[in-house]
């Protein structure tokens, strides 16, 4: 079978390379031609786990209370906000975004109920209320209303009564909701019972529907953020603004990785052509190179828009790993087919170039088939854009390596061979004098290894997987600087929300009540609707104060708001007087709608048997823990304040989110241990020995647990971007290892000579490890120069990576076969 594969690839690609060019052309046409369809997808559902019980509560809960599906504009006027000047440029910015098809509704001090400007008495509730815009209003009662009320304070004006905000509300997309929730059904479906053909094609169907939906809300949000910009700036000259909200971080971040993937695609692929200029300082040897890689790129880049397949903010660094992949690959190939050359000088073009093939498929191929293994080990991570991203790469990966096997050879057969000597130079040198320092310093290259082990162990303990949402961003940009306004002056910015429902003691009670009551007694009914009022009367409306006030009481809680923000306003107004159970259903009774909707539906359920407490955290808080502040809150509730535990739901983006970095922890882990469990097995059968896969894995587990221990020490948390550093360290270090291995075996049948065999390794496959590394560790850095931290961090990390990997491969490892011997005995001589 090897032998009829060997035959063809040697008929059609050593020998009839133009045919072979021209079908890669052709393929790397169709799919460039799918390009256009490549999508991004930053939003709040790429971020989340898939099967999260927590996001259905979340989605059940945004409909009954309002969603995070809305914008804010923190808006500080350069001169006196209740000026007439500024009240009026407010009212214009207003009118003009109110306007917009999707708005719902602004909200703004100029429209919101005035209850204490001056003073409204409950029984007039209905008739009484006034707003900034009612003729007449005194302007100082209503600032100082808007600083000192329970509602407003430290949410539509800042302490020092300088900045304010404009919130635009969106109005709920049902057809989205529609479409999500009938694929999210059938999925559901198809895991529980299993779906037939029938069922299978509607599944199909309903994904297909959400997706381009999706995408279409996606593109109408980005236009519609562009435009709320575009009014914002034509208001410039009177104030100082920032834009902020769920809606425009998801389109500012598809911004970001369009802008890197763009801008630094095309820097690194410059800094590339540099290196490789520098390296190898033939012009074949960069066109090579760059034609690999550029080939590569447009041909996955079309794959995935001809698959409609969507790239998150995890996977949107494919790009890049694709051009470490193929650049190594190619390197590996130039620089065997030079020492092939200089050690033949006989040879013809087309043999020159089969041998080189014939001499590095087999390592070729195990280094895809081991760094496929390490991205397929995020598959079982169970955060559906990490596995999106180890699908990627898995497919990316092999074509890299089936393209270029063709492209390389064939191109490279049409060019004259080159004369020898070339295989020489001063890089020769440096790896030479490498492994007479390796030789050197035996012992102290392995007590270095076995302290940077010890240390790795430490700094890996150290890494957390909190971290602040907003230290993604460089403080120059619009989104840090927004919600940096909102933190410090406007009562935070990431919302949690807290639901709290009736024990079971209570329903049991209702039954009861139900069973006993008398048909024939006229206050039944009056009796009946009182008893199912849980919350709104005033014994438990104090116990939700008492939450309420705790919660305010906690450094990393800005605004919080809940019914009891309407108890506080009333006491106020009455002056210090809470209001009793008559007052509380008067109110209910007189309240008008517009206040009903900011003060009451909001934070209480139409039958008032459920509560909703929304706090807002203070996001640059740098004590703020996620996890750690819910369970604090939880214990709270239910020790100190009595609540039964299971009547008590968290929710919100925040416990999203914290549910996906609690996982990736808990992937982190298991990923790492299945790529070194799946990874020695393919030592094993590569090598053919279990010595030799030990000594191989060696360097591979010290690259990976440096990188990870070097983010542990400087504090650099494990996100949805770091996590994926792990497994590119292993890929990266097992090519290396892989390549080194291999030579040796090749080298010591030579003489059985472990010295010479290390000489002569580090003399030829140690150049191109060399050149690979630090091409590519360069390259990267250029990314530090990124608006987006997560890709910095790639950026520098992946070069860390790199020069990890190169020198455990070039120290580390060959020191372990001198020392342990794993291919035999070996002959007469210095070893």
């Known amino acids: 079978m090897l032998n009829l594969l060997s035959s ?59 969603s995070d599906d809305f914008l804010i504009i923190t808006y500080a006027p350069f001169k006196d906000l209740m000026s007439d000047a500024v009240l009026a440029d407010l009212k214009s910015l207003s009118d003009e975004l109110a306007g917009l098809d999707r708005v719902h509704s602004i909200d703004s001090i100029l429209n ?9 008495e409950i029984s007039k509730l209905d008739t009484d209320i006034r707003t900034l815009e009612t003729p007449g209003v005194d302007r100082e009662m209503a600032r100082k209303e808007f600083l ?5 304070k430290s ?101 970001f990785i369009e802008h890197d993937l763009e801008t630094f695609g095309l820097g690194v692929l410059a800094f590339l052509i540099l290196m490789l200029t520098l390296f190898f300082k033939k012009f074949r040897w960069v066109a090579l190179p760059m034609g690999c890689c550029i080939i590569t790129v447009l041909v996955m880049v079309g794959f995935l828009g001809l698959m409609d397949w969507r790239v998150t903010v995890i996977s949107s660094n494919f790009v890049s790993i694709l051009l470490i992949i193929t650049m190594s690959l190619t390197i590996h190939l130039i620089v065997r087919y030079r020492d092939i050359n200089d050690n033949n000088p006989g040879l013809s073009q087309k043999e020159l170039v089969w041998e080189t093939v014939r001499l590095m ?36 990966i092999a074509l890299a390596f089936g393209l270029n096997f063709i492209f390389f050879p064939a191109a490279l057969v049409l060019l004259q061979a080159e004369p020898p000597g070339f295989a020489k130079d001063g890089t020769r040198n440096f790896t030479l004098a490498v492994a007479a320092f390796t030789n050197r310093n035996r012992k102290a290259i392995l007590w270095v290894s076995f302290l940077l082990a010890v240390v790795s162990a430490i700094g890996i303990a150290k ?19 927004g919600m940096e306004v909102i933190d410090q002056q406007l009562g935070g910015t990431t919302p949690l929300d807290i639901v709290i429902n009736p024990d079971q003691k209570y329903f049991d009670y209702l039954k009861e009540a139900s069973e006993e009551a008398d048909d024939d007694d006229p206050f039944a009914e009056a009796a009946e609707e009182v008893e199912h009022n849980y919350w709104f009367n005033s014994n438990m409306l104090d116990r939700v104060e008492s939450i309420h006030d705790y919660l305010e009481s906690l450094p990393e809680v800005g605004k919080v708001q809940s019914i009891s923000t309407l108890i506080k306003v009333f006491t106020q107004l009455d002056k210090g007087r809470k209001p009793d159970d008559y007052d509380l259903a008067l109110i209910r009774k007189l309240m008008p709608e517009n206040v009903k909707d900011s003060l009451v539906n909001p934070y209480l359920s139409k039958d008032a048997n459920q509560i909703h407490i929304n706090m807002r955290l203070i996001e640059s808080d740098p004590t703020l823990r996620r996890s750690q502040l819910i369970e604090k809150i939880r214990t709270h509730l239910v020790e100190e304040l009595k609540f039964a535990p299971e009547t008590i739901h968290f929710t919100g983006m925040v416990v999203l989110y914290n549910n996906m970095l609690q996982s990736l922890y808990r992937s982190q882990i298991l990923t790492i241990g299945v790529v070194f469990i799946s990874i020695m097995f393919m030592f094993m059968i590569l090598f053919k020995s279990v010595s030799m896969a030990l000594i191989g894995i060696v360097p591979n587990l010290l690259a990976a647990g440096t990188v990870l221990s070097l983010m542990g020490w400087i504090g650099i948390p494990l996100d949805m971007m770091t996590i994926t550093i792990a497994a590119i360290t292993v890929g990266i270090a ?9 030579r040796f075996q090749t080298e010591f049948k030579v003489d059985q000579n472990y010295l010479a065999s290390m000489d002569r390794c580090h003399g030829s496959i140690g150049k191109a490890m060399y050149y690979t590394s630090v091409t590519i560790t360069l390259g990267f850095s250029i990314l530090a120069l990124s608006e987006f931290m997560p890709t910095i961090y790639f950026g520098l990390l992946t070069g860390a990576a790199m020069v990890v990997a190169l020198v455990g491969a070039l120290t580390l490892l060959p020191l372990l076969i001198v020392v342990f011997r794993p291919l035999g005995q070996p002959a007469a001589g210095p070893n």
Not at 200 to 215: G, I
Not at 734 to 742: F, G, L
């Open 463 to 481: 890494l957390e997987v909190e971290n602040r949402f907003i230290d993604h961003f460089k403080s120059n940009t619009e989104i840090y600087q």
């Open 8 to 66: 063809n690839y040697r008929k059609w690609v050593i020998e009839k390379p133009l045919a072979s060019l021209m079908m890669v052309l052709l393929v790397v046409g169709y799919f460039a031609s799918q390009i256009p369809n490549f999508k991004l997808d930053a939003s709040a559902e790429s971020l989340v786990l898939e099967n999260d019980d927590s996001l259905q509560y979340y989605r059940t809960i945004s409909k009954s209370y309002g």
């Open 148 to 152: 000192e009320s329970p509602i407003y």
């Open 155 to 255: 949410l539509l004006l800042s302490p020092d009564g300088k900045i304010t905000i404009i919130r635009i509300n969106f109005k709920r997309d049902e057809k989205y909701f529609s479409l999500m929730y009938k694929r999210n059904d059938l999925r559901d479906k198809k895991k529980e019972f299993g779906l037939d053909k029938d069922g299978e094609a509607l599944f199909v169907k309903a994904q297909q529907e959400f997706r381009d939906y999706h995408a279409k809300v996606l593109d109408d949000e980005d236009k519609l953020i562009s435009t709320v910009r575009d009014i914002m700036d034509r208001h410039r000259e009177h104030a100082e603004m920032f834009l902020g909200g769920v809606p425009m971080i998801t389109s500012d971040m598809i911004g």
């Open 734 to 742: 097992v090519d290396d290892t892989i390549h080194y291995i291999h």
């Open 361 to 396: 498929a087999q390592p070729c191929f195990y280094t895809a088939i081991t760094t496929i293994v390490a991205f397929i080990s995020l598959l079982i991570s169970g955060i559906r854009p990490v596995i999106d991203f180890g699908w990627i790469m898995t497919i990316g």
């Open 112 to 120: 919101v109920p005035l209850l204490n400007s001056p003073r409204v």
